[in-house]
């Protein structure tokens, strides 16, 4: 069971906008920066966005990312077909065993 | 560019150890962190541990404490990640990833090793 809980699943035509939440607690979402991760299929991960909202270089502009106490969101508007992919979510985590939390992905299919 | 290129797939049996190894290019290695960071098949990321190619430092996940140690040769800009006791548990893809102290920002990846455990 991951630290971070992200819905495992979701869905979207071409052109629609999704959301994909986490959700976490004080010690890591709350008190630390939350970065989020792409994963092609076959592929490494990718990082997507860090710092809660910023895009690296080449990241298109139609992913954005929020945080909110608690929880954070990673947005897609103008969905494409190569958007199918899995997204994780990630933080540092202040207990007492210092750890990075991933969330357990959230598989977005592309209708 | 920046790259991390990791060595190739492993077949180990129970009991045994694996040492993977992660070699940097298009940086300065001693200038970040290395991260470990495994996937089981259909799974979801588990972090493993970080370590600090300047200083040696290294943190590890507690659940891999005991198991794993994370070595480095600056000389030629490479990381090592050995994880002994194997079982057939740890059969994942393991992937190295630049990082920052106290962060969970990876950034690059390395293309990943699959490692098996069979007897």
């Known amino acids: 069971q991951s630290v971070l809980t992200q819905p495992p699943s979701a869905s979207g035509t071409p052109g629609q906008r999704v959301t994909i939440s986490c959700s976490g607690s004080?010690?890591?979402?709350?008190?630390?920066?939350v970065y989020w991760y792409q994963q092609l299929p076959g592929t490494a991960p990718k990082l997507l966005i860090y710092r809660n909202n910023q895009r690296p270089s080449g990241v298109p502009d139609r992913f954005s990312g929020s945080k909110s106490g608690t929880s954070a969101s990673l947005a897609i508007s103008g969905l494409r077909s190569e958007d199918e992919a899995d997204y994780y979510c990630a933080a540092w985590d202040d207990s007492l065993s210092a750890d990075v939390v991933f969330g357990g992905g959230t598989k977005l299919t592309v209708l | 560019q920046v790259q991390l290129v990791q060595s190739g797939a492993e077949v180990k049996k129970p009991g045994a150890s694996v040492k993977v190894s992660c070699k940097a290019s298009?940086?300065?290695?001693?200038?970040?962190?290395i991260n470990w960071v495994r996937q089981a098949t259909g799974q979801g990321l588990e972090w493993m541990g970080w370590?600090?190619?300047?200083?040696?430092?290294?943190g590890y996940a507690q659940k891999f404490q005991g198991r794993v140690t994370m070595t480095r040769n600056t000389s030629i800009s490479t990381a090592y990640m050995e994880l002994s006791s194997l079982r057939s548990e740890d059969t994942a893809v393991y992937y190295c990833?630049?990082?920052?102290?106290?962060?969970?920002?990876?950034?690059?990846w390395g293309q990943g090793t699959l490692v098996t455990v069979s007897s």
């Open positions: 370590m600090n190619p300047n200083s040696g430092n290294t």
């Open positions: 298009g940086y300065t290695f001693t200038s970040y962190d």
């Open positions: 004080s010690s890591n979402i709350g008190s630390n920066y």
């Open positions: 990833a630049r990082g920052a102290l106290l962060q969970a920002w990876f950034d690059p």
